[in-house]
């Protein structure tokens, strides 16, 4: 199994309160990922990063800030969290940007805002 | 940028092949197709790709039309711990994009 690790896995947060999201490789590979998934549904990218401090927004970003100070860790905010943010999320690593590269999961961290 | 369209759901009797398939009529001549299944909430985890040539791996063959506009991912002996969703991303703004998939139910 590729080397990613999530942390916290459960989090239970209040509306409104900052939250961040580590997501941790041990792969040195240069892309990652940030999905929410929601019940029922696909992923959403949310943020990607393609280098340090080299980060870019995807489909869903509102209302989430990311950052990557070193390869090994990629961080995603929630600066004030609200209900709609209620998902799982998952970080994914590449070695490349481009779509015929295989992207690898973490085991995801299921975040609750009450 | 390919959209991909997957049936939202399929059953399969255990031990029985399980064909899942998708369609890319868009998707652009040097993309390759890539397989991925998340069981019970886990993370996505690789299946197999191809390009333009019929894949077998340990887990799966996958078959895709000569024109490319879809493609058929194959379990051969389709085991209760193969219920799982399915997804045969498609990509855009060149980054992949995971829609809903197939959930396979393998039922004994």
């Known amino acids: 199994d590729a080397g990613i690790t999530q942390s916290p896995r459960h989090k239970v947060t209040e509306t409104g309160t900052p939250v961040t999201l580590r997501c941790h490789q041990t792969e040195n590979h240069r892309y990652m990922y940030w999905y929410r998934q929601d019940p029922g549904h696909g992923l959403r990218l949310i943020h990607y990063?393609?280098?340090?401090?080299?980060?870019d927004k995807g489909e869903v970003s509102d209302g989430y800030s990311v950052s990557r100070s070193k390869t090994e860790d990629f961080l995603l905010t929630l600066e004030s969290a609200t209900s709609s943010q209620t998902s799982v999320y998952f970080c994914?690593?590449?070695?490349?940007?481009?779509?015929?590269?295989?992207?690898?999961f973490g085991q995801g961290t299921r975040l609750t805002v009450v | 940028d390919a959209k991909t369209t997957q049936p939202p759901s399929m059953d399969c009797a255990e031990g029985r092949a399980a064909n899942l398939p998708c369609n890319h009529s868009t998707i652009s001549g040097n993309e390759y197709v890539y397989w991925y299944r998340q069981i019970h909430s886990q993370g996505p985890q690789y299946i197999i790709h191809g390009l333009k040539n019929n894949e077998t791996n340990e887990m799966a063959s996958l078959i895709i039309t000569e024109d490319r506009k879809s493609s058929t991912l194959i379990l051969p002996h389709a085991t209760l711990r193969d219920t799982a969703v399915y997804y045969c991303p498609g990509t855009n703004a060149g980054k992949s994009t995971f829609g809903d998939g197939t959930t396979l139910t393998v039922k004994p």
């Open positions: 990063s393609y280098g340090v401090k080299d980060t």
């Open positions: 994914a690593i590449s070695e490349s940007g481009h779509v015929n590269t295989e992207a690898f």
